[in-house]
């Protein structure tokens, strides 16, 4: 293949990047077999319990609104749990800037599966931190009871024993985790089909555990750059952007 020639560039570097080239088309196979073989999951566990949440109706409301009506007609529908549980003054920073990111794919993403942002905060004060924020398209459910987020590991309450020693935490230490969770219609019955337990799994030195990255444009983003991620961790507001 023809590659592209840039002002300037010497023999050595074109050289390089053409091998780099054959990496990246590598992985972009790997990334869509890895899809592939995510999408042929057998079929997941039925949820113990059609789980209740709240959010706020179509009249500006709160209403409860049970797992199995979120699907509205798709055959799946997509929940991220979000770190703003009741006993944080601030939402995590890290779950605050991948919601800044896909707030616009939200609308998009919402044509062929729901996507919902789950917190074990009251509904009122998930709705006025979007509002905030500025982020029309994110549709929030609050977890209050906790009894969905303690089941699909948007806490930390279900850890066995092992997993907590691995995390280095303190017994009776918890906390509200971040988590994408699958679900899909399966007749009448729902059944969780994939998880990012990433989120939970080691990771290597000197690296982040990544489970969002591939919804996370900030890291592709940074990536692209000679210097990288480093050790760069998202803030809730810079300097100058108005936010706090």
């Known amino acids: 293949m023809q590659q592209l020639s840039f002002p ?29 073989q995510r999408r042929a999951l057998p079929p997941g566990g039925a949820v113990p319990e059609d789980y209740v949440f709240e959010r706020i109706g179509v009249h500006h409301r709160p209403e409860p609104v049970k797992l199995s009506q979120l699907f509205g007609g798709f055959p ?14 601030n939402p995590c920073p890290g779950c605050t ?8 794919s939200a609308r998009h ?9 789950v917190a074990k905060s009251p509904i009122a004060r998930l709705e006025a931190w979007a509002k905030e924020r500025r982020r029309p398209h994110l549709i929030f459910l ?12 948007g806490d930390t309450s279900k850890l066995t024993a092992a997993k907590r020693a691995e995390r280095g935490m303190a017994e009776g230490e918890d906390w509200d985790e971040t988590i994408f969770n699958v679900f899909r219609k399966d007749g009448d019955t729902v059944r ?10 080691p990771s290597d030195p000197g690296e982040h ?19 990288g991620r480093g050790n760069f961790f998202p803030s809730l507001s810079y300097a100058g952007d108005g936010r706090g």
């Open 8 to 36: 300037n560039e010497s023999a050595a570097y074109r050289d390089a990047r053409a091998a780099l080239l054959d990496a990246e088309i590598d992985l972009r196979r790997r990334i869509e077999a890895v899809a592939a």
């Open 76 to 89: 799946s529908i997509i929940l991220y749990s979000f770190m703003f549980g009741a006993e944080r003054d």
């Open 97 to 104: 800037h991948i919601l800044d990111a896909i707030d616009g």
């Open 109 to 117: 993403v919402g044509q062929r599966a729901p996507l919902y942002i």
């Open 142 to 153: 609050s977890d209050v009871e906790g009894r969905y987020s303690a089941d699909y590991y």
């Open 192 to 201: 969780h089909h994939w998880a990012s337990e990433m989120s939970y799994g």
């Open 209 to 227: 555990h990544r489970a969002g990255d591939l919804v996370d444009p900030l890291w592709g983003l940074l990536d692209m750059t000679p210097e």
